[in-house]
């Protein structure tokens, strides 16, 4: 059985924080769970593939500190690391992870880690504001008894379309920053591009899009 030592208990609340706000927005009950030396990379798909090159997708990402040793690269049912979380699995600064595993397509797709351009800054409230419009929007529009197709196809208007910020981003990352308690008042988040992929990242962690 895999285990995580965070070596401090607060890291370890950090990750059940996490789990805990990334459980009801991801799109298909799956976290990507990776150890880097001494970071454990912690990833979730919020918006799922539109295109076929992985178009439209937008993942947070959580960064913390961790004790190094053999490496980690599993992809778990959040459902089932939030249950662990809450059963208190381990000693308080150790997590043994689920032994099943998922295979989902985004999974497979690693953002580059280096080479990435700064492309300017966005408020942390004009997210908030984004995100909060965008909710209100898809409430209004997808009244009970909304079929799934229509659903989902009003998600992909809203989230996919540009925000009114400088410099504008897809709104799904504005959703994505929010919902998983990434934005924080009074903080700028700065966005950075890589190719087909854009990056807005804060203190609290990162969301990418492509």
């Keep these: 059985m895999t285990t995580i030592d965070f070596l401090d208990p607060r890291v370890r ?80 600064v150790t997590f043994a992870l689920p032994p099943t595993t998922l295979s989902t397509p985004w999974a497979g797709d690693t953002p580059p880690r280096g080479g990435w351009d700064r492309v300017g800054e966005i408020d942390c409230t004009d997210l908030e504001r984004v995100a909060k419009a965008g909710i209100e929007a898809i409430t209004r529009g997808a009244p009970e008894g909304s079929g799934a197709l229509a659903v989902d196809a009003l998600r992909r208007r809203v989230w996919g379309a540009p925000t009114d910020t400088v410099p504008p981003v897809p709104a799904g990352m504005a959703f994505a920053a929010y919902t998983l308690g990434f934005t924080q008042q009074g903080e700028p988040a700065s966005v950075t591009t890589h190719g087909q992929w854009t990056r807005l990242s804060t203190s609290r962690g990162h969301v990418l899009a492509r």
């Design 13 to 92: 609340t950090d990750f059940a924080t996490f789990v805990s706000r990334a459980r009801p927005v991801s799109v298909d009950g799956a976290v990507r769970i990776q150890t880097l030396g001494p970071m454990l990379v912690l990833t979730v798909a919020v918006l799922r593939q539109s295109g076929p090159l992985g178009e439209g997708s937008v993942l947070g990402m959580r960064i913390m500190p961790v004790a190094g040793g053999e490496p980690v690269e599993t992809t778990v049912p959040i459902a089932a690391v939030a249950d662990r979380l809450a059963r208190r699995a381990g000693d308080g």
